[in-house]
């Protein structure tokens, strides 16, 4: 995945903005690369500062979704730059952990990529302050991942069977 953006600074001079995720996260600012590393290891949680000519720049990433905060300012949304651990309480942390390890127990790589995908709701729920929403995203997974858990018994079963 690779996503770009571009800023005039205060002095009039263009910069460019590159993201790069694939083998390895980098940011590209400038024609300077610099590595990134997830602050998660189960969802791809990135929130990294850098200052050009007096400008703040920070490129934030939950999941798959990335986007960059010049001065306080998003520049896709608009919306006011929050910071990520900052505003991610730790029982969060704890239920994108959960999601990931009971999801491989109970449906194996299809069940850590549905718990990945919840784990992202969960972040960009609590960083929203929608701490209600995050409960109710995580029992939603329960339910997904048991009944996943049931058709798939069922399907060993009935082959078993044949």
């Known amino acids: 995945m690779k996503k770009s953006w571009s800023f005039t600074d205060t002095y009039g001079k263009e910069h460019s903005i590159v993201y790069k995720a694939g083998f390895g996260l980098k940011l590209i600012v400038d024609g300077t690369t610099y590595k990134l590393k997830s602050q998660s290891w189960w969802v791809n949680v990135i929130d990294y500062s850098i200052e050009i000519a007096g400008t703040d720049i920070r490129l934030v990433a939950i999941g798959t979704k990335v986007d960059v905060a010049i001065n306080g300012v998003y520049i896709g949304s608009g919306q006011p730059y929050v910071p990520v651990q900052a505003n991610t309480p730790a029982w ?47 029992i939603i997974w329960a339910v997904l991942q048991t009944i996943m858990a049931v058709l798939a018994v069922m399907a060993q079963t009935a082959l078993y069977y044949m």
Do not use: E, P, R
């Open 92 to 138: 969060v942390w704890v239920l994108v952990g959960i999601s990931a390890v009971v999801g491989f127990f109970c449906n194996s790589a299809l069940g850590v990529v549905v718990g990945v995908a919840f784990g992202t709701l969960y972040i960009n729920s609590a960083i929203s302050g929608k701490k209600g929403k995050v409960v109710i995203m995580f």
